[in-house]
């Protein structure tokens, strides 16, 4: 295979169409799926899941499109007389074509990655899975640019791309019912490529290399019978077969009556080491707020939150000081905006505004029930003025729509008595009732 | 008669039906094997149509380019017949087999995609070439499976293909698209494709 063929073929090729398009929906996709680009985690899950699933099937397509070419200009005679090897041009057009699909998945892994690279405090790439991808990209070429070869018709492409789809999404969304109306995925669901998976990735890569290696080799034997063909062909399935014996083999079962993990043989899977929860980061003054460290580039934010919030009871007995990683979460996902992708995400200190106003003895299963500590919340949180924290009195919701913490009409009415005093006098007011705010003792009528 | 004979020769119909048949028959194939199992239904519903439809888009090709556009007759008339006829075939099959699902008023949906999806495959044929004009409706039917991706409650409205068939709104889009495509490539037809990749 001629480096200066291929690059004439890749030149004038229909994948040099197809790589913006798989681009700009990879992207949207991610934007789908929420990326954060400070997180790895979420850069090593949905790498895979944003490229393949419209990707792969493309390059199938594009590859069954270009398996056709010759046949639709009328030159496969001329060219039988020439002196290259068919079956050599074959696979310099079939490479050219996958090298579209390679690039594109190249230039968005590079983006995700390097920016992760950037802004990550923590943990780092995993890389199986960008293997497990780019397999994929090249088994859907080979087959596709098979079945195109096989059926040089322009109905062949369409229904290639949309096979290879269809596949796809049988096996990504396949689920068993585990009884009381749920489903989950079992180990059919990981044969799909763009189901991440940490352990079984090394056995995705090796199936998908399988079947790269067994459909060149079917595209080679079609040319031409011989040893080294069925050899290849012979290899690459029994690494395909491999994979997925290996995949059944290294998924995971649950049992939840021991409660152990079992492998497809039977053996309990050990946990390869016990789970060391990593060092918390601590920032801010007043208020400290700490978070694991892949949180830190959202701690800043996190301290202005907690600091706004905490601001009205600063110097009472018995305010929290410290937020731990119990009390915040990390919100993340589903940006608004196309040119947002990546960058949404926040950290939530809801729960040490619950901490403000209640301590653990007065909460019910872990939430506050109390109408006097959640009038004074509202208030709190009211005051901070923060962004993405509004809520709503419903003034007539009906008996049976209720549940404990949720705004009512008398809590709302308390939360604006508190609201309307003027700061010396809320002061005052929290200095005298704030220990026992805090226990539970206050109704809202307690409220000024 | 004989005009209308060699346009749909011209068109590869035979092929185009033979296709449209073999859909629906996995269509038939696949429901009747996963036995009403609501979850994969539902990717039949959006799948079958999605390769009838492209299957349709990429009959709209003509073989003869310009000459057929300086000295053909009835050409808008023909090109109508010609399509229409096939989403009749391949709706009107893919109905047939779609009574009875689990999936409620499966085959209105199968009918809905296929009218919508065959659409957009016109408007792309009508831009890239009959050829390749099954890259739109694959890349939408993506958009769209994946448009509840992050955990939203409703589904966006342009994503019609993935809506019960019960969605009022999502036949509009339908046949609104149907219509435009069917439009432009009645009266303009698909794009010749005179660049290398053809």
């Known amino acids: 295979m001629s480096v200066r063929l291929l690059t004439i073929e890749a030149r004038r090729n229909v994948g040099l169409w197809f790589f913006p398009v798989i681009l700009l929906i990879s992207w949207w996709l991610l934007s789908a799926w929420g990326w954060i680009a400070f997180l790895w985690e979420s ?5 895979q899941a944003s490229v393949v699933p419209f990707g792969a099937p493309a390059i199938a397509g594009a590859a069954a499109w270009m398996a056709g070419r010759d046949r639709r200009r ?3 005679d001329l060219l039988a007389t020439t002196p290259r090897h068919d079956t050599e041009r074959l696979l310099t057009l079939w490479a050219s074509t996958a090298l579209w ?3 594109a998945y190249a230039a968005f892994a590079a983006y995700m990655m390097g920016r992760t690279a950037l802004s990550a405090t923590w943990a780092g790439p995993e890389l199986w899975p960008v293997v497990v991808a780019l397999a994929a990209i090249l088994a859907h070429a080979a087959w596709g640019f098979f079945f195109g070869s096989l059926v040089p018709s322009r109905f062949t492409v369409p229904v290639v791309a949309i096979a290879a789809m269809m596949l796809l999404q049988f096996l990504s969304g396949y689920m068993v019912a585990t009884g009381g109306g749920g489903y989950s995925p079992t180990w059919v669901t990981y044969l799909a490529p763009d189901k991440p998976a940490y352990d079984l990735a090394p056995w995705q890569a090796l199936i998908y290399m399988g079947l790269t290696g067994a459909g060149l080799a079917a595209l080679a034997l079609r040319r031409r019978w011989g040893t080294p063909g069925f050899a290849v062909l012979a290899g690459s399935s029994v690494l395909a077969v491999a994979g997925v014996i290996m995949v059944w083999g290294e998924w995971p079962r649950y049992d939840p009556a021991k409660p152990l993990a079992y492998n497809g043989w039977g053996q309990v899977i050990e946990q390869d080491s016990v ?3 990593p060092e918390p980061v ?3 003054s007043p208020v400290t707020v700490c978070v694991y460290p892949q949180y830190q580039p959202v701690l800043d934010e996190g301290v202005a939150s907690a600091n706004r919030l905490a601001a009205p009871l600063l110097g009472l007995p018995g305010m929290p000081l410290r937020a731990g990683p119990e009390d915040t979460t990390f919100t993340g996902g589903g940006s608004t905006s196309m040119l947002r992708v990546g960058d949404d995400g926040h950290l939530d200190v809801s729960r040490f505004v619950d901490k403000l106003v209640a301590d653990s003895g007065s909460l019910r299963e872990g939430a506050i029930v109390n109408e006097a500590q959640l009038a004074v919340r509202q208030w709190l949180v009211g005051k901070a003025r923060l962004p993405n924290w509004a809520f709503e009195c419903y003034e007539d919701v009906p008996e049976q729509q209720q549940y404990p913490g949720q705004p009512t009409a008398g809590m709302c009415q308390a939360t604006a008595r508190l609201a309307r005093l003027s700061p010396p006098e809320q002061r005052a007011w929290l200095e005298t009732h704030y220990r026992d705010l805090r226990a539970g003792k206050l109704s809202v009528r307690d409220l000024p | 008669m004989r005009l209308g004979y060699l346009f749909l020769r011209s068109r590869m119909t035979g092929p185009s039906l033979a296709c449209l048949l073999g859909v629906t028959a996995v269509t038939w194939q696949w429901a009747w094997w996963v036995k009403q199992d609501p979850g994969i239904l539902f990717l039949i519903v959006v799948m079958t149509p999605l390769a009838a439809a492209t299957v349709i888009g990429v009959s709209c090709r003509s073989p ?16 109508l017949g010609h ?5 009749l075939l391949g709706g009107g099959a893919l109905a047939v087999v779609g009574r009875g699902w689990a999936e409620p008023d499966g085959d209105l949906a199968l009918v809905r995609n296929v009218a919508g999806l065959a659409g957009l495959a016109f408007l792309a044929a009508r831009v890239v070439g009959g050829g390749l004009s099954w890259i739109a409706p694959l890349g939408y039917v993506v958009l769209a499976f994946f448009a509840g991706g992050a955990g939203e409650n409703e589904l966006p409205r342009w994503a019609w293909v993935v809506q019960p068939a019960a969605h009022e709104p999502s036949r509009y889009w339908a046949a609104e698209l149907l219509a435009a495509g069917l439009l432009a490539i009645a009266f303009a037809g698909a794009r010749e494709s005179p660049d290398a990749v053809e």
């Open chain 1, 43 to 47: 850069t090593n899950q949905q790498l």
């Open chain 2, 64 to 79: 003869f380019g310009e000459a057929e556009r300086t000295a053909g007759r009835w050409l808008p008339a023909l090109r």
């Open chain 2, 83 to 87: 399509l229409a006829g096939l989403l």
């Open chain 1, 74 to 76: 009328g030159i496969q």
């Open chain 1, 101 to 103: 699909g390679v690039l």
């Open chain 1, 282 to 284: 601590c920032e801010g």
């Open chain 1, 275 to 277: 789970y060391v929860e």
